[in-house]
């Protein structure tokens, strides 16, 4: 159950984690529903900005994703 444990805890780190990447997460999502037809890879940039923001977070409080 010791699995169970650490997921949920890591779960309970996701709103902290998007609360420090609230800019990147907005730019992308602005760049995601701009569209009705979103193409692959189009928001590339502005994920790739996201995802590293959610990285760097998730380092610094020492969890994982």
């Not at 760049?31 to 760097?56: A, G, P, T, W, Y």
Request: aromatic residues 6%; glycine residues 2%; positive net charge.
């Amino acid at each position: 159950m010791e699995s169970v444990r650490k997921a949920r805890q890591r779960l309970r780190n996701y709103p902290i984690l998007l609360g420090k990447c609230a800019e990147s997460a907005t730019a992308y999502a602005a760049c995601v529903s701009r569209d009705l037809n979103v193409q692959h890879k189009i928001c590339d940039k502005e994920f790739k900005l996201f995802k590293d923001c959610l990285m760097n977070a998730a380092k610094e409080m020492k969890t994982k994703l």
